[in-house]
């Protein structure tokens, strides 16, 4: 049957075309989805992807259309453009800046002149990049505007085989999200195109939920419909042989009955016997050349250009006048090659690729480049401009290398390294020999690295024989380079070497040395084979800082900081170092989006100085907003909660650590083993212990030899405690502090306490003497590192293992000591277990002060056990405390917790709604859930339900 739809119709696809306006009517109700058309060339997807457009429009969707070509295969995010640029450019100021507000701020870089914040943003990594692309598509929908009716949109991509790698990605990205927004997408993409096709297949019909649409060939009885209408009163057994030959796809099935109409006469059936598909391809050209020869000449102008191209630049390519060629083009659309209007387009892809193959080799090469001379001259985009010299042979141009570079460097600035490799090895006949060539070598090696390429190697030995009696940074930094790739092939001895060298070569202590220091710190410091090197070259880095002569870079001023904590110096000392890495950003420098800030306040919650660390988040935080580095945000939040969590600011740091897991749910893991301990230890301070194992199944696709899974081994020890499983336990934290000590030979209570969790464990054992031992090696080595935290925790836990009854007077000065500190977590356990040894040993009058301060502190923070354990406490001495207000903080549910904990972290209903993927709606619906079950009206009055230490 045929289905109409606007003017057109498509035989045989009324599945297809209801499958198209479901998904229409999907987005509208807005449950998005991913339709794939999948099939082999001639089949009809591009008729069925201009279907669901007219669909689109028919039922009111906002309808965003693209297509990918093969030239121009090398424009990075050139198909993701071409959908979002045309909605961008319509939009309002106003409205523009609501669409790069919040996560999509990283997708204004994108639109120069068109976006707020475009030029001024900070350069930022491809996938954040992607992941701001994303939101804008998404805020073309209005999903998340209060009091504004949602927009639907649809999606549309065709011939998705010949995307951009980077486009590609967006899209499967985009899918990902489809489902909860008023977004339908149908993406065609052709079967038999190699590796292409297959990659973006698996890249978008491996998100669900999706639908696939093959197309399937016309039946007998449709290819005799069109025999019909075709040629009425054909001979008998025609259908049946053009069927036959066709395959039934229906491009060829027109081409068949064009070629056997030439003729002017009925074909008979015995005229399509053995005809094959190429022979239809042939009857095109057969077609073409009995056209004038103006429109031959047009059309191999067309191929060349491609689809979309003006009239007139064709006219200029094919050296015709402008009314010479609208003459020809109508010649071409009335024998069914191109299709009528301008831009001139190709009736179908086949018909491109046919007349494209018949231009012989060095015409067709030439041609491309006068495609690309006329596109520079018409200033088209670089990219546009490379795409045609990639097919035009090398003449030894360094003007055509330039080119070839320069849009190298935007593909790989939008996360396309396989189109920047492609640009740059063909500008290398192009490139003048000496140090351009050399450096276009290195641009080649860098690309090659970030896209896993082993050739990378080549490239930079090549480079640097070229290099020789060049300035020393710039061997240096090719030297870098070489050590990278040695390192990514596991050659952690070459790397070391070329480091080595590296550094040599620059002068000790200059600013280009202590960057090149860093930025192989930030590698060595996390990755066991290196570590060893890496703490070498910085030690006399160390030993300089001890004198009072540090370095002055902020990078390599963070790692020192680091090591000056580790190794157990003066506190003051560690802060003052910290201080100078942090003066210059807060983030401490634009790139890494904050690891660096990381290293610096791990530092200082390893020395106890937890109200400098929660600051110097906090400026991390303002700082990664303004500059919209969405990961930058999360590494802040995380390390914000890390010093709020210490300081029993338990609902604070929840709040933070969500979102921290913003963009890990994005598929940012790296950060899942730190995300995982912290939030499981927050949830073990809550009582929460199936909460606690989630979280922990955050670090399930870390490397099981990372510093963080040995925090991760401590959190899993402390849960088994919790359920009590001791002997578990003891093997667990001591297999955490084994990883610690072994692999990366640090031994800090104030980063990892292993020694108090096992000690615990053997005392729940009753193997005391292996207790006592373990917190007796804990006191001692708090002592020698000098931290006050460390040294109240690791005293309360001598004193409760301690035999034949708890000390008294370890714990009482494990109180003392913690209370002169912010821990404030680490002094409520310390007052309920003084207070709990003194009432068991019959000092009714002694213990109550400890256990109401306890008491206090513990509802204040939300620790429930250890209130609960406090309570019984004072019930057991004949006291009858009164229950904290903590009524309706349980009744929330899942979301309503975890919206209510995103507005303690600051977020605006909008932020929140993008965080979650909801919209404002449900945001404002689950806080208004949430203030009647906790009584309240406002924000100031969602902290004070949540306990004053959330506040802080």
Same mark, same amino acid.
């Given at each position: 049957?045929?289905?109409?739809?606007?003017?057109?119709?498509?035989?045989?696809?009324?599945?297809?075309?209801?499958?198209?306006?479901?998904?229409?009517?999907?987005?509208?109700?807005?449950?998005?989805?991913?339709?794939?058309?999948?099939?082999?060339?001639?089949?009809?997807?591009?008729?069925?992807?201009?279907?669901?457009?007219?669909?689109?429009?028919?039922?009111?969707?906002?309808?965003?259309?693209?297509?990918?070509?093969?030239?121009?295969?090398?424009?990075?995010?050139?198909?993701?453009?071409?959908?979002?640029?045309?909605?961008?450019?319509?939009?309002?100021?106003?409205?523009?800046?609501?669409?790069?507000?919040?996560?999509?701020?990283?997708?204004?870089?994108?639109?120069?002149?068109?976006?707020?914040?475009?030029?001024?943003?900070?350069?930022?990594?491809?996938?954040?990049?992607?992941?701001?692309?994303?939101?804008?598509?998404?805020?073309?929908?209005?999903?998340?505007?209060?009091?504004?009716?949602?927009?639907?949109?649809?999606?549309?991509?065709?011939?998705?085989?010949?995307?951009?790698?980077?486009?590609?990605?967006?899209?499967?990205?985009?899918?990902?999200?489809?489902?909860?927004?008023?977004?339908?997408?149908?993406?065609?993409?052709?079967?038999?195109?190699?590796?292409?096709?297959?990659?973006?297949?698996?890249?978008?019909?491996?998100?669900?939920?999706? %639908?696939?649409?093959?197309?399937?060939?016309?039946?007998?009885?449709?290819?005799?419909?069109?025999?019909?209408?075709?040629?009425?009163?054909?001979?008998?057994?025609?259908?049946?042989?053009?069927?036959?030959?066709?395959?039934?796809?229906?491009?060829?099935?027109?081409?068949?009955?064009?070629?056997?109409?030439?003729?002017?006469?009925?074909?008979?059936?015995?005229?399509?016997?053995?005809?094959?598909?190429?022979?239809?391809?042939?009857?095109?050209?057969?077609?073409?050349?009995?056209?004038?020869?103006?429109?031959?000449?047009?059309?191999?102008?067309?191929?060349?250009?491609?689809?979309?191209?003006?009239?007139?630049?064709?006219?200029?390519?094919?050296?015709?006048?402008?009314?010479?060629?609208?003459?020809?083009?109508?010649?071409?659309?009335?024998?069914?090659?191109?299709?009528?209007?301008?831009?001139?387009?190709?009736?179908?892809?086949?018909?491109?690729?046919?007349?494209?193959?018949?231009?012989?080799?060095?015409?067709?090469?030439?041609?491309?480049?006068?495609?690309?001379?006329?596109?520079?001259?018409?200033?088209?985009?670089?990219?546009?401009?490379?795409?045609?010299?990639?097919?035009?042979?090398?003449?030894?141009?360094?003007?055509?290398?330039?080119?070839?570079?320069?849009?190298?460097?935007?593909?790989?600035?939008?996360?396309?390294?396989?189109?920047?490799?492609?640009?740059?090895?063909?500008?290398?006949?192009?490139?003048?020999?000496?140090?351009?060539?050399?450096?276009?070598?290195?641009?080649?090696?860098?690309?090659?690295?970030?896209?896993?390429?082993?050739?990378?190697?080549?490239?930079?030995?090549?480079?640097?024989?070229?290099?020789?009696?060049?300035?020393?940074?710039?061997?240096?930094?090719?030297?870098?380079?070489?050590?990278?790739?040695?390192?990514? %092939?596991?050659?952690?001895?070459?790397?070391?070497?070329?480091?080595?060298?590296?550094?040599?070569?620059?002068?000790?202590?200059?600013?280009?040395?202590?960057?090149?220091?860093?930025?192989?710190?930030?590698?060595?410091?996390?990755?066991?084979?290196?570590?060893?090197?890496?703490?070498?070259?910085?030690?006399?880095?160390?030993?300089?800082?001890? !004198?009072?002569?540090?370095?002055?870079?902020?990078?390599?001023?963070?790692?020192?900081?680091?090591?000056?904590?580790?190794?157990?110096?003066?506190?003051?000392?560690?802060?003052?170092?910290?201080?100078?890495?942090?003066?210059?950003?807060?983030?401490?420098?634009?790139?890494?989006?904050?690891?660096?800030?990381?290293?610096?306040?791990?530092?200082?919650?390893?020395?106890?100085? !937890?109200?400098?660390?929660?600051?110097?988040?906090?400026?991390?935080?303002?700082?990664?907003?303004?500059?919209?580095?969405?990961?930058?945000?999360?590494?802040?939040?995380?390390?914000?909660?890390?010093?709020?969590?210490?300081?029993?600011?338990?609902?604070?740091?929840?709040?933070?650590?969500?979102?921290?897991?913003?963009?890990?749910?994005?598929?940012?893991?790296?950060?899942?083993?730190?995300?995982?301990?912290? !939030?499981?230890? !927050?949830?073990?301070?809550?009582?929460?212990?199936?909460?606690?194992?989630?979280?922990?199944?955050?670090?399930?696709?870390?490397?099981?030899?990372?510093?963080?899974?040995?925090?991760?081994?401590?959190?899993?020890?402390?849960?088994?405690?919790?359920?009590?499983?001791?002997?578990?336990?003891?093997?667990?934290?001591?297999?955490?502090?084994?990883?610690?000590?072994?692999?990366?030979?640090?031994?800090?209570?104030?980063?990892?306490?292993?020694?108090?969790?096992?000690?615990?464990?053997?005392?729940?054992?009753?193997?005391?003497?292996?207790?006592?031992?373990?917190?007796?090696?804990?006191?001692?080595?708090?002592?020698?590192?000098?931290?006050?935290?460390?040294?109240?925790?690791?005293?309360?836990?001598?004193?409760?293992?301690?035999?034949?009854?708890?000390?008294?007077?370890?714990?009482?000065?494990?109180?003392?000591?913690?209370?002169?500190?912010?821990?404030?977590?680490?002094?409520?356990?310390?007052?309920?277990?003084?207070?709990?040894?003194?009432?068991?040993?019959?000092?009714?009058?002694?213990?109550?002060?400890?256990?109401?301060?306890?008491?206090?502190?513990?509802?204040?923070?939300?620790?429930?056990?250890?209130?609960?354990?406090?309570?019984?406490?004072?019930?057991?001495?004949?006291?009858?405390?009164?229950?904290?207000?903590?009524?309706?903080?349980?009744?929330?549910?899942?979301?309503?917790?975890?919206?209510?904990?995103?507005?303690?972290?600051?977020?605006?209903?909008?932020?929140?709604?993008?965080?979650?993927?909801?919209?404002?709606?449900?945001?404002?619906?689950?806080?208004?859930?949430?203030?009647?079950?906790?009584?309240?009206?406002?924000?100031?009055?969602?902290?004070?339900?949540?306990?004053?230490?959330?506040?802080?």
């Amino acid at each position: 049957m045929a289905e109409r739809v606007g003017e057109g119709s498509l035989l045989e696809r009324g599945k297809e075309v209801a499958a198209l306006r479901a998904a229409m009517e999907d987005a509208r109700a807005g449950r998005g989805s991913l339709v794939v058309v999948q099939g082999p060339p001639g089949v009809g997807k591009t008729r069925l992807c201009a279907a669901a457009a007219e669909c689109g429009r028919a039922a009111g969707l906002r309808v965003l259309e693209g297509r990918g070509r093969e030239l121009e295969r090398e424009i990075a995010l050139g198909v993701a453009l071409e959908l979002l640029t045309p909605p961008v450019t319509a939009a309002t100021p106003a409205e523009r800046a609501r669409l790069v507000h919040g996560m999509a701020a990283p997708a204004a870089p994108l639109f120069p002149g068109l976006l707020p914040g475009a030029e001024s943003a900070a350069r930022l990594e491809a996938d954040v990049m992607l992941f701001g692309l994303c939101w804008l598509a998404a805020n073309l929908t209005r999903w998340d505007m209060s009091g504004m009716e949602v927009q639907p949109m649809l999606v549309a991509v065709d011939d998705a085989q010949w995307a951009d790698e980077s486009s590609v990605r967006f899209l499967a990205m985009l899918a990902d999200r489809a489902s909860r927004l008023p977004l339908s997408m149908v993406v065609a993409v052709r079967d038999g195109e190699g590796e292409t096709d297959v990659s973006a297949l698996r890249a978008l019909t491996a998100r669900p939920p999706h %639908r696939l649409l093959a197309p399937e060939p016309l039946s007998a009885a449709a290819v005799d419909r069109l025999v019909a209408e075709a040629a009425p009163g054909a001979a008998a057994g025609l259908a049946a042989a053009v069927a036959h030959a066709s395959g039934g796809n229906p491009f060829l099935v027109g081409e068949l009955l064009r070629y056997l109409q030439g003729g002017g006469t009925v074909p008979a059936a015995d005229a399509v016997a053995g005809m094959v598909p190429d022979t239809v391809i042939r009857s095109v050209l057969a077609r073409l050349a009995r056209l004038p020869k103006g429109a031959g000449r047009l059309a191999a102008s067309t191929a060349v250009l491609g689809d979309g191209t003006p009239l007139r630049r064709a006219a200029a390519h094919a050296g015709l006048e402008l009314p010479a060629a609208e003459l020809a083009a109508d010649a071409l659309a009335g024998a069914h090659l191109l299709r009528p209007g301008d831009p001139l387009a190709f009736a179908h892809p086949l018909v491109a690729a046919a007349v494209h193959a018949d231009l012989p080799a060095f015409a067709r090469a030439r041609a491309h480049r006068s495609a690309a001379d006329l596109l520079a001259a018409d200033g088209e985009g670089v990219e546009k401009v490379a795409g045609h010299l990639l097919a035009a042979r090398p003449e030894g141009d360094p003007a055509v290398a330039g080119v070839l570079r320069e849009a190298a460097r935007r593909a790989l600035r939008r996360g396309d390294p396989a189109a920047a490799i492609r640009l740059l090895r063909r500008a290398l006949p192009d490139e003048a020999p000496g140090e351009r060539r050399s450096e276009l070598l290195l641009e080649l090696a860098r690309a090659q690295v970030i896209a896993g390429d082993v050739a990378g190697h080549a490239s930079v030995t090549e480079a640097l024989a070229l290099l020789d009696g060049a300035p020393p940074d710039v061997r240096s930094k090719a030297l870098n380079l070489l050590a990278q790739i040695r390192h990514a %092939r596991g050659d952690f001895s070459g790397a070391a070497k070329e480091h080595d060298a590296a550094l040599g070569l620059l002068e000790p202590g200059s600013a280009k040395w202590q960057d090149a220091l860093a930025g192989y710190l930030m590698v060595a410091t996390f990755h066991p084979p290196l570590r060893g090197d890496g703490e070498r070259r910085i030690a006399p880095v160390l030993r300089e800082a001890r !004198l009072g002569r540090p370095p002055d870079r902020p990078g390599l001023l963070a790692h020192v900081a680091l090591r000056l904590a580790l190794a157990g110096d003066p506190v003051p000392e560690v802060r003052r170092t910290a201080a100078l890495a942090l003066a210059r950003d807060p983030l401490v420098g634009t790139g890494g989006h904050g690891a660096l800030l990381g290293v610096v306040v791990h530092s200082l919650v390893i020395v106890g100085e !937890l109200a400098d660390a929660e600051a110097a988040a906090d400026a991390a935080l303002s700082a990664a907003a303004g500059r919209g580095d969405v990961l930058a945000y999360a590494s802040a939040s995380f390390h914000r909660a890390l010093a709020r969590y210490h300081q029993g600011g338990l609902t604070a740091a929840l709040a933070d650590v969500e979102a921290a897991r913003v963009p890990y749910a994005e598929g940012w893991i790296s950060a899942g083993g730190w995300i995982g301990f912290l !939030l499981a230890r !927050l949830h073990l301070e809550q009582g929460d212990a199936a909460a606690a194992e989630e979280a922990l199944h955050l670090a399930d696709r870390r490397p099981p030899d990372g510093m963080d899974m040995a925090l991760v081994l401590d959190s899993r020890a402390r849960l088994a405690l919790l359920r009590g499983e001791p002997a578990v336990a003891l093997d667990t934290a001591r297999a955490a502090g084994r990883q610690l000590q072994q692999i990366y030979e640090i031994d800090h209570p104030g980063l990892l306490p292993w020694r108090t969790t096992a000690a615990l464990a053997a005392h729940h054992l009753g193997d005391h003497r292996t207790a006592q031992g373990l917190a007796g090696q804990e006191v001692d080595r708090a002592r020698a590192v000098g931290v006050p935290q460390a040294v109240g925790a690791a005293l309360r836990v001598a004193g409760l293992v301690a035999r034949p009854r708890p000390d008294i007077d370890l714990l009482a000065e494990a109180a003392r000591t913690l209370q002169q500190t912010p821990a404030a977590l680490e002094q409520a356990r310390a007052l309920v277990d003084l207070g709990a040894a003194l009432r068991r040993a019959g000092r009714r009058n002694d213990c109550l002060q400890p256990l109401r301060q306890g008491l206090e502190l513990a509802d204040r923070m939300r620790a429930r056990p250890l209130a609960e354990r406090a309570r019984a406490e004072l019930h057991a001495a004949g006291v009858r405390p009164r229950r904290a207000a903590v009524a309706g903080i349980e009744a929330l549910t899942p979301a309503e917790r975890r919206v209510a904990l995103l507005a303690l972290h600051g977020h605006s209903n909008g932020q929140i709604a993008q965080a979650l993927f909801v919209t404002i709606k449900t945001v404002e619906t689950h806080l208004a859930r949430a203030y009647r079950k906790l009584a309240i009206s406002n924000r100031r009055q969602l902290q004070q339900a949540f306990g004053a230490a959330a506040a802080r």
